[in-house]
Structure formats: structure tokens, C-alpha cells
């Protein structure tokens, strides 16, 4: 069983930056890949970026150059650093633990909000 907590979310102008943190519980940690998404109101969810277990990372087309994934496997940590954040970006952002070619695993946080507005 792998709990996670996310934190970092919150207002921000355009063109600011945020920086997601995602906290997991469980010494598994590091076998998993982890992934954040995000949903904002009225669309489904989405993949903003994936690592895997060995540190290899995918982004979506979206946010290419301007969000980076990263991890800390000895503080059980997942971050996704955003920069240049528009308005689009405004989400609900969750994280993701068992993330891989396969889509999302089965362990979800509670999610940060994300809201960029001049």
C-alpha cells in the first residue's frame, strides 16, 4: 500500500513559476514509476508527466520546456517543477504512484490545486 500527499499548489500569476511536491509513505517507493496529472473542471483527466523507477521522464506535449518532473527516491519524494505556468494550467494536480506505458497505477493522492490568474 502506497500513501500519497501532495502539496505546493496555490495562485500564481501567468508566466510564474510553482512547485509541486508528492510525499509517498511505503519503502516500495522506489520499484514505482510515478506520474502527476491534472483535471480541470469540465475535462477529464490528464498525464502531465511521468518518471520512472529509473529516472527516465515523459512530458506532455503541453508543457514540454516549461515543467519538469523529478524524484527522490531516499526522501520518497516527486516533484514537478513549473515554470511559464499560463492559465490553461490551472488544474486540480494529482499524484500518481504505479504510473507506466500502461497509464495511471492505483495509488492516487488528494490532489493540489494550481490556479493561474492575473
Known amino acids: 500500500q502506497v500513501q500519497l500527499v501532495e502539496s505546493g499548489g496555490g495562485l500564481v500569476q501567468p508566466g510564474g513559476s510553482l512547485r509541486l511536491s508528492c510525499a509517498a509513505s511505503g519503502s516500495i517507493f522506489g520499484i514505482f514509476g510515478m506520474g502527476w496529472y491534472r483535471q480541470a473542471p469540465g475535462k477529464q483527466r490528464e498525464l502531465v508527466a511521468g518518471i520512472t523507477s529509473g529516472g527516465s521522464t515523459t512530458h506532455a506535449d503541453s508543457v514540454k520546456g516549461r515543467f519538469t518532473i523529478s524524484r527522490t527516491n531516499a526522501k520518497n519524494m516527486v516533484y514537478l517543477q513549473m515554470n511559464s505556468l499560463k492559465p490553461e494550467d490551472t488544474a486540480v494536480y494529482y499524484c500518481?504512484?504505479?504510473?507506466?506505458?500502461?497509464?495511471?497505477?492505483?495509488?492516487w493522492g488528494q490532489g493540489t490545486q494550481v490556479t493561474v490568474s492575473s
Open positions: 500518481n504512484a504505479g504510473w507506466g506505458t500502461r497509464g495511471p497505477g492505483n495509488f
